[in-house]
């Protein structure tokens, strides 16, 4: 019902930058939430951050001033713009995005994850 497709990732050397972006594709009535989700090895997978149709953000406190959300509505497109990169910020990094879609006679919420994708930080 709902697809998103990302893009950006790779290898980058600790204190360089990385975009990711991710857009949502389906029969949508509405997206409340989009965000990003990490996964560092032997570890849950925790919030990134995410924004709402607003423009709210909510930050982890170890990204805040590093990483930079943003949102384009018309588009249904979430990016994360990433800066200052450490080591420890190696992880699958994965969009979420949390919503309504056109199933019925009335819309049906969603909550939909993206495949991940690796950001590896060397040192």
């Known amino acids: 019902q709902v697809q998103l497709v990302k893009s950006g990732g790779g290898l980058v050397q600790a204190g360089g930058s990385l975009r990711l972006s991710c857009s949502a594709s389906?029969?949508?009535?509405?997206?409340?939430?989009m965000g990003w989700y990490r996964q560092a090895p032997g570890k849950q997978r925790e919030l990134a951050a995410t924004?709402?149709?607003?423009?709210?953000?909510v930050y982890a406190d170890s990204l805040k001033g590093r990483f930079s959300i943003s949102r384009d509505n018309a588009k249904n497109t979430v990016s994360l713009q990433m800066s200052s990169l450490k080591p420890e910020d190696t992880a699958v990094y994965y969009c979420?995005?949390?919503?309504?879609?056109?199933?019925?006679?009335?819309?049906?919420?969603?909550?939909?994850w993206g495949r991940g994708t690796q950001v590896t930080v060397s040192s």
């Open positions: 924004i709402t149709t607003g423009g709210s953000t």
């Open positions: 389906g029969s949508i009535a509405r997206i409340n939430v």
């Open positions: 979420n995005t949390k919503g309504t879609y056109y199933g019925g006679s009335s819309p049906v919420p969603f909550d939909s």
